[in-house]
């Protein structure tokens, strides 16, 4: 069990980076909002990277769909 | 549709071919007008001032590459859809680096090139896209609530990290207690627990010290002294027992108490947060540029250059930008924005009028007689910090326990520790700290907060947001509930109740030819017409202050308003038809011939109002009304609505008098209001509420918001403060009942420490589970 004599600095040098991260994301403002983004995923914009094959068989599907 | 946002999603998805999704949608409502707003001349050569440099300085920052960086508060979002809508306009247009909104606090981030674009054009595209755009200029405080809530979350990271891992290696450490562990590992768990709950104590749980340190040189107990003796005591207990190798440590228990108690404070300090937009409430309601007249010529100059003294021209439409005294001109003032009245009122030559109104009719020109903190709008601000000053303090329940409680684990841990002092000096300290720790107020201090916690999500999942932590607590102590009128027990607006015709045709003919003349008037009165559908088209208007509007529509000669004036256009063949009976103000339609038909515009009381006034008689709280309408309305008002006292034409003065009048006589007020007039009263009352609709100061400044305007949300917040109440008593007896039973046995020796720790936990637990019964609003708490 001796290994834990390396594992558990090693663990805690990772708590040290989350912690360093955490901060690092509160200072530059990432939590104040905490709406826009869960929304930003519904906004239609990504249109240029989506593959044109892609598109395509998305517009099939669409046509299939039942009224 | 309730934005541009959602109009311009709902045009993609027709657009788009997806349609179908109003035809399975289960309610209809009426197509948008969807065109753009046209942004005019005058507008532009405003919105041109914030391309001075001198006005710029205060909010634009230039970045060394050229490019300028400014926030803006943008007015009118309401959904994720308008940040959409507003993200992709702005990106789009030349010039713009980066524009990103931010959704919780209406606030816009942009980068901008000043050589493509200038700022001027961008707020006019805002404009354009249906929203307004201000400056925003950070006020101190605000920037102090803003660095107050990054440091909280920081505290709150910092306490939840520390604690899962502690937590992982105590796990490590009573596995080995049951099974056997080497020393050397035990140890260097230990060491290494401590290093990680060494950050938690010193940074997350700082505040607990600071404040406990300010309460005993105020000589005043809190919950914070305990708090803080338990997480100091145990921390420096355990890390004497790392660093001698002996004893027990705590450090899980440490981090995970600090751990919660700091959500506790995070939920409440955000609440308080939420409507904190104090830097919004002035800018709304004084305009940024004013037309000043030197020497005879109109020039737009910056609203803060003014001075007393000046002249200013006032165009109808715009918003007046300093007290000041009419020299010239005569129009009506809409004062809805200070008085909650939406009537506009008639001002001659000579009369007062008060910044921050607006000019509904014609032309005014007006002398400065006071401006900033003279101003009227600014004596409202200060009458509402006095009141805020004077508000009786609602003593909170835990902190007065907590005080008893800490003296009196305070005077046992001495007598204990003096007492195995003397009998053996080298168990003295061991028993004195395990007294400590077995009276650790973890449940005590979690009692109040974990209820409170609960109880204010669910009312906020039901539209009542609590924003100041006392308001439970005042709530359910409340004996009498006091509302303003217009805004509050009724819609605020105006809107059209009967239609009576008097000739043969139908009423819905003459609504169109009604609706037909009031379609270009921005006039309240007008705009209760507006939602009408009108195929007729009126010509050759022309409003006459104060009495109605004349038109043409297919030739023949209409007007509408004031029976007298309307009646006038008639030719003398008829006789003028009887006023009807019913209270309210009543519109004559006439034409050139004979007189067509009454309307009759009333401000309606709400519909849900009847019913919780009954509601809160039932739950024996007594209503009254406060108004500053004089009128006949607020009898009709409070008769509909079985409000017994009533208080009619009294000044935002004397409503506060009032308020404290009652409280002098011990009564425990709850105000409910919407205006800025209303703002000093509801400061004054121990718990105030603010309609959803309420201007952003008197959100600000309230207690809580009824954010859906729908006041039998009343009625749950008080029976679920009730309920709060009694939660928190149980769990306060459970807490102290606890430790009464603990203290004795720990004091004698006799409790192990690691069945401190489980009997610690297991309280804490129970009053958990006791607060969480309050996060539904269960059969007991809802209205039915």
Excluded at chain 2, 308 to 334: E, Y
Excluded at chain 2, 653 to 675: T, Y
Aim: aromatic content about 6%; charged content about 20%; hydrophobic content about 45%.
């Amino acid at each position: 069990m001796d290994i834990i004599f390396l594992l558990i600095p090693i663990a805690i040098i990772f708590v040290a980076c989350a912690i360093w991260a955490f901060f690092y994301s509160v200072n530059s403002g990432q939590f104040e909002d905490l709406e826009t983004p869960a929304h930003s995923i519904l906004f239609e914009d990504d249109e240029h990277l989506i593959p044109e094959d892609a598109k395509k068989q998305d517009k099939d599907n669409q046509g299939q769909t039942p009224e | 549709m309730c934005c541009p946002g959602c109009q311009a999603v709902a045009q993609t998805i027709v657009d788009s071919g997806l349609d179908n999704f109003y035809k399975h949608r289960a309610t209809t409502s009426y197509t948008p007008d969807f065109t753009l707003k046209s942004v005019s001349e005058a507008q532009l050569s405003e919105l041109a001032l914030y391309d001075q440099d001198s006005i710029q300085q205060d909010f634009v920052v230039t970045a060394e590459n050229g490019l300028k960086e400014a926030t803006l508060v943008i007015e009118g979002i309401t959904c994720a859809a308008c940040v959409w809508l507003l993200e992709h306009h702005l990106n789009k247009q030349d010039g713009v680096e980066k524009a990103s909104v931010n959704l919780t606090n209406h606030r816009a981030r942009l980068t901008w090139n000043p050589q493509i674009l200038p700022l001027s054009m961008l707020l006019a595209e805002i404009y354009r896209i249906g929203y307004q755009a201000h400056p925003y200029t950070p006020n101190k405080e605000e920037q102090l609530l803003d660095q107050e809530r990054k440091r909280a979350t920081r505290r709150l990271g910092v306490a939840g990290l520390g604690m899962m891992q502690v937590m992982m290696i105590a796990v490590a450490l009573y596995g080995g207690a049951l099974q056997g562990i080497e020393s050397k590992h035990v140890t260097f768990m230990r060491w290494a627990s401590m290093v990680i709950a060494t950050p938690v104590i010193l940074y997350a749980a700082r505040p607990f010290f600071v404040a406990a340190l300010r309460d005993l040189r105020t000589r005043h107990l809190s919950m914070d002294v305990p708090v803080s003796i338990a997480v100091g005591g145990a921390y420096l207990a355990s890390v004497w027992a790392t660093v001698t190798d002996s004893g027990e440590v705590y450090f899980d228990s440490v981090t995970m108490f600090t751990f919660f108690l700091l959500i506790g404070r995070f939920l409440e300090m955000q609440a308080r947060h939420r409507t904190g937009r104090a830097g919004n409430a002035m800018l709304n309601l004084l305009p940024a540029s004013a037309i000043k007249v030197i020497d005879g010529e109109e020039t737009m100059i910056p609203a803060k250059e003014l001075a007393v003294g000046d002249r200013v021209i006032i165009k109808p439409g715009h918003t007046v930008p300093a007290d000041g005294r009419i020299i010239a001109g005569n129009s009506s003032i809409d004062e809805s924005a200070l008085t909650g009245e939406y009537l506009p009122i008639r001002k001659e030559q000579g009369d007062e009028v008060i910044g921050g109104t607006i000019n509904v009719e014609n032309p005014i020109t007006l002398e400065v007689t006071r401006i900033g903190a003279e101003s009227q709008l600014s004596s409202i601000v200060r009458l509402l910090e006095r009141a805020q000053e004077d508000k009786p303090k609602a003593a909170q329940l835990a902190d007065r326990v907590a005080s008893y409680f800490v003296a009196a684990v305070l005077l046992t841990a001495v007598t204990v520790g003096f007492s195995w002092w003397l009998i053996s000096p080298e168990d003295a300290f061991w028993i004195t700290l395990s007294v400590l720790v077995v009276t650790c107020p973890c449940a005590l201090s979690l009692a109040t907060p974990t209820a409170l916690t609960a109880a204010t999500g669910t009312l906020r999942q039901n539209g009542v947001l609590i924003t100041r932590g006392h308001v439970l607590e005042s709530l359910s102590r409340a004996t009498h509930i006091v509302f303003d009128k217009t805004g509050t027990l009724t819609e605020g607006n105006l809107t059209l109740q009967d239609t009576l015709s008097l000739d043969d045709h139908t009423t819905d003919h003459h609504l169109q030819i009604a609706a037909a003349l009031e379609k270009h008037s921005e006039h309240p009165i007008a705009q209760a017409f507006h939602a009408v559908f009108t195929p007729y088209k009126a010509e050759n208007l022309q409003a006459t202050l104060g009495q109605g509007l004349e038109g043409q529509i297919d030739g023949l000669r209409y007007r509408i308003g004031k029976p007298d004036y309307a009646f006038a256009v008639c030719s003398n063949t008829h006789t003028k038809p009887y006023l009807p009976a019913v209270c309210g103000q009543w519109l004559l339609l006439c034409n050139e011939t004979a007189p067509l038909a009454w309307f009759r515009l009333n401000d309606q009381v709400r519909p849900e109002a009847a019913q919780t006034i009954k509601h809160l008689h039932q739950l024996g709280l007594k209503c009254e009304m406060l108004t500053g309408d004089s009128s006949s309305a607020v009898d009709e008002v409070a008769t509909a609505l079985g409000i017994d006292t009533v208080i009619s034409g009294v000044s935002p003065e004397q409503k506060l008098k009032h308020i404290q009048q009652l409280q002098r006589e011990g009564a425990q007020v709850i105000m409910v209001g919407d205006g800025i007039n209303d703002i000093p009263v509801l400061a004054g009352a121990q718990t105030s509420i603010a309609m959803g609709s309420a201007t952003d100061l008197a959100k600000t400044n309230a207690d809580g918001v009824l954010i859906s305007a729908d006041l039998m949300r009343l009625t749950d917040a008080i029976r679920l403060s009730r309920k709060t109440r009694s939660i928190i008593r149980q769990n306060l007896a459970w807490s102290a009942g606890y430790n009464l039973l603990a203290l004795p046995l720990a004091a004698l020796g006799f409790i192990a420490p690691y069945m401190a720790a489980l009997g610690m936990s297991l309280s804490s637990i129970v009053v958990v589970a006791n607060a969480l019964r309050l996060s539904k609003l269960g059969k007991a708490n809802r209205v039915k």
